[in-house]
Every structure is written in C-alpha cells, then in structure tokens.
C-alpha cells in the first residue's frame, strides 16, 4: 500500500511538470519546432533564444495571464527565462501586490530602479521586472518578469 501511494505521488508530481511551461534556470529542454521558435543566437554567450509557441496549460503567473514566454538555452540548459504577462485591465503601474507575491516566492525584497523597474541579484542570478511596450515584448504592451544567470558566467 505505501509502496502504492509513493508511485502514485511521483506520477502526479511528473504529470505535473511535464504538462507545465514553467521553465526555470537550470531545466534541459530539448526545443522541437512543433513547441518552439528561434528567436536569435548570441555568439559571445552561445545562447540560442527561443519563443515558446506550444500550448499554454498554465495561463498563469504572479496573478496575471501569460502573453508570450522566451527562453535562452546554452547547450540545452535553460540560462533565461522571460514571461511577458499581461497587465490587468486598466493596470499602467506594478502594483504592490504583483511585488509581494513575487518577492514570497524569492524570499528577498525586489529593488525598486528608475522608471518602475524593480531587480535583485541572488548567488549567480539575475531576476528583473518592469512594464514595457517594444519590439521585445513583441509590441504589445507586457509586465516582463525576466530570470537569467549572470553574463561573466554565460562568456564562453
């Protein structure tokens, strides 16, 4: 019976990520064409970027809608992330709340920068976000939560 419910909590637990787009630094992915996009190459880091184009099964981050996903991949590894969610109706600022849920899940507050923009530096990564309309966020305006490993650690 223990033995039961120990593989049953596994199949779930794998059902679970491999049914999520909830990429984090350090995952291996594979990128098929059927799920995503190059976007670009960098050759001073060797980082291929990619647009996830698959189906959305977690249409949700932070309490906003996911627009758009891009991940970097360096061999295969996951070096950035970029989440480009969508502001709620009528939301032109960050709001408190957006910060209190994402500085739960890292555990160290978020530092505000100029033109509302907010960053921190754990260990060896970088986590960013602000609110943007541009070519990266693909035009359309976005909240861009953005994780990457540090660059002198990406140079080749």
Request: with cysteine.
């Amino acid at each position: 019976m223990k033995c039961k419910i120990i593989i049953l909590t596994l199949v779930l637990l794998f059902s679970a990520y491999s049914f999520s787009q909830k990429f984090q630094l350090g995952d291996r992915i594979i990128p098929s064409i059927s799920q995503f996009k190059l976007l670009d190459f960098s050759p001073s880091t060797r980082v291929y970027t990619y647009q996830y184009i698959g189906v959305l099964k977690d249409k949700y981050l932070f309490d906003h809608k996911i627009g758009e996903i891009t991940v970097g991949l360096k061999k295969g590894v996951v070096v950035t992330t970029v989440y480009f969610l969508i502001p709620k109706k009528g939301e032109r600022d960050i709001s408190k709340a957006t910060l209190k849920l994402i500085e739960k899940r890292l555990s160290v507050p978020l530092v505000e920068i100029p033109n509302q923009q907010y960053a921190v530096n754990i260990e060896d990564t970088f986590i960013s976000l602000r609110l943007r309309t541009n070519s990266f966020t693909f035009d359309k305006l976005r909240m861009v939560y953005l994780t990457t490993i540090k660059y002198s650690i990406l140079m080749p």
